[in-house]
């Protein structure tokens, strides 16, 4: 084989079979298919056709029944289990529909997790999660457990924990399966944008929306490649993360405003409505008992009691004893 530079991946007659005698069945059939450095390609095509055989057979999950493998223009159809797991330890990075991630680490040690098969030590593996988490926007949310995040977060994480190790190539199966349309866009313009960077993606999808992210579309139909379009490389204009974060604060902040308005507003009517209510009171105690203006009374001036008149037989008495 002639050593190209720029081919990342390139599969000869590779077929996968399960099953023996006439319970096998032949789940890849004589695919050839190469994979230039920076292309990012959807392969699509209805259930049981081929596509997550041929997904982990390019990460070097699953080993072909026949046919040649080169990665990096290398064969690796005869390494050891071992030296297949540093391939994918350094090298590939996974990205699933489940998302995959362990329930009962936090966010951080999900990410840091691929960065324990390279030797690095707990501190250089939590500095350098906590980096690429950063870049997703999820730092405040580090150590939160995966059940107190979105569905949108948790495949943020997952795709973190998928670039933590700085692979070459991205497999992706179903990255939006379980997701939202709006949470689906956000996704996959981090794809589109971790494209953008130079790493080879390639993706499985059953959504025929999705392949607009795409510089490349293959069919498959029964174990083969049956269509194979090159679209050539796209212009996106993103929306980035931070600006969809950026809205919901503005949103929340804006909501918090107008309760606070709100509540401002009820406060001061309802300390009206009490002024109002005790005025009307005093008024209505007032009208009812009004106030009267006690004047002081002057005390009448005694008056000097007549002298009594003499009856006429004393008169007379004392007349006639004077005379």
């Known amino acids: 084989m002639m050593n190209d530079p720029s081919i990342r991946i390139k599969l000869k007659n590779v077929t996968k079979r399960f099953g023996i005698g006439d319970a096998e069945i032949s789940a890849l059939d004589n695919v050839d298919l190469t994979v230039k450095k920076g292309e990012f390609i959807a392969i699509m095509g209805p259930s049981g056709c081929g596509k997550t055989t041929l997904l982990n057979m390019i990460g070097l999950l699953d080993q072909p029944s026949d046919g040649e493998y080169y990665l990096d223009n290398r064969p690796v159809d005869f390494l050891t289990p071992r030296q297949r797991a540093q391939i994918r330890s350094k090298q590939i990075g996974f990205i699933f529909q489940n998302f995959n991630l362990v329930p009962r680490l936090t966010v951080i040690d999900n990410v840091a997790l691929p960065l324990t098969y390279t030797g690095l030590g707990k501190i250089k593996r939590l500095q350098e999660a906590s980096r690429i988490l950063k870049t997703f926007h999820l730092n405040e949310r580090e150590y939160y457990m995966p059940h107190q995040l979105s ?81 050539g490389r796209k212009k996106f204009t993103k929306k980035l993360i931070a600006d969809d974060d950026k809205e919901k604060k503005d949103k929340d902040a804006k909501h918090k405003d107008e309760i606070h308005k709100e509540k401002q507003e009820t406060g001061e009517k309802t300390v009206s409505k009490a002024a109002k209510d005790d005025k009307d009171d005093k008024e209505n105690k007032e009208s009812k008992h009004p106030k009267t203006e006690t004047k002081k009374t002057e005390k009448p001036e005694k008056t000097e009691k007549p002298e009594k008149a003499e009856k006429p037989e004393k008169a007379d008495k004392k007349k006639e004893k004077e005379s």
């Open 151 to 231: 569905g949108g977060q948790v495949q943020r994480v997952a795709i973190a924990r998928a670039l933590v190790n700085s692979p070459s190539i991205i497999l992706a199966d179903e990255p939006t399966g379980n997701l939202d349309s709006k949470a689906s866009h956000l996704i996959m313009e981090e794809l589109a944008d971790i494209h953008r960077r130079g790493n080879t993606i390639i993706m499985v999808t059953h959504n025929p929306e999705l392949t607009s992210y795409a510089s490349r579309v293959i069919t498959m139909l029964d174990g083969k490649i049956d269509t194979d379009e090159h679209l």
